[in-house]
């Protein structure tokens, strides 16, 4: 037998041997984790209601709030229910009476189609005022207050409730604005909420009310079905919208972070990704 004819038998040889010692067999397994890190974010994370109790003190009326909640120069209102890239347009309307009054924050996805966004309510005890602001359920999650004590002297907005005034009801809603008001698109989660530190510190957290009386929002029942956005507690009727018309962030990846184990032939690897009320006019 020639040398060459020995050299590739041996090498054939080899080969059988290394693929013998070094294939796994069918019954192995290795699992990998792989994480996806989106950042993806619920509906509430577009209108921090301690940041919206910032406002309260220099405001002097239901109309001057319904301003500051939607200029842009303040920062406060991140909110886009409908997720077509445009803040949503807060609606303030009063409601209340005697020693208990309050304001309904509310916005129209379309035309009659209203959803609650929360309330601030207002109680006078003696010098003193208890004011809460309730996150909607299904928006917030259910029990979401934020709570704090004012006096007459420090919140302007005091001696406008408790004189005598004409309600305010916003007559503006989907389409239909103040001159004043300029639709404007949102910002990152990262963005608003550093553009909000520093105006969380008045308000405490609580999950249950503080005030002595209950009245109703007239808004309270005013469920929108066309929130796209994720949320907390969606209604059933939410649900079956939501199902149809995904919102950005559940075909992204779904919320926060997830983790699957899987069995196959490879070695383990992660990876991550991650005003006025007289001011009116159509725009």
């Known amino acids: 037998m020639s040398g060459i004819v020995k050299l590739i038998i041996g090498g054939v040889l080899f080969f059988m041997i290394v693929i013998v010692f070094f294939t796994p067999s069918e019954s192995t397994s290795y699992n990998y984790n792989v994480q996806v890190n989106s950042f ?156 909000n530190t520093g105006r969380t510190g008045q308000f405490k957290s609580s999950r249950s009310s503080n005030l002595s009386k209950k009245i109703s929002s007239p808004n309270a029942n005013k469920v929108s079905s066309r929130v796209k956005a994720p949320l907390k507690n969606p209604t059933s009727t939410q649900k079956s919208f939501q199902a149809r018309n995904p919102s950005k962030s559940v075909r992204s990846g779904g919320f926060g972070k997830s983790s699957s184990s899987l069995s196959s032939p490879r070695p383990s690897y992660r990876s991550s990704g991650g005003f006025s009320g007289s001011s009116f006019g159509g725009k």
């Open 40 to 195: 993806s974010s619920y509906a509430s994370d577009g209108l921090d209601l301690q940041a919206v109790g910032s406002l309260l003190k220099d405001t002097e009326s239901a109309a001057d709030l319904e301003k500051k909640l939607n200029s842009a120069s303040t920062g406060i209102n991140n909110l886009d229910l409908n997720e077509d890239g445009a803040v949503d347009y807060i609606r303030v309307s009063e409601y209340g009476e005697g020693d208990l009054r309050g304001f309904s924050l509310s916005t129209e996805l379309s035309p009659g189609d209203e959803q609650e966004i929360a309330t601030i309510e207002v109680e006078k005890v003696g010098d003193q005022a208890k004011v809460q602001m309730h996150g909607n359920s299904q928006i917030y999650g259910p029990n979401h207050y934020h709570q704090s004590s004012f006096s007459f002297v420090d919140m302007l907005l005091l001696s406008y409730l408790f004189s005598p005034h004409t309600s305010y009801f916003s007559p503006f809603g989907y389409g239909y604005y103040p001159n004043y008001y300029n639709s404007y698109s949102t910002r990152s989660p990262d963005v608003y909420r550093s553009q």
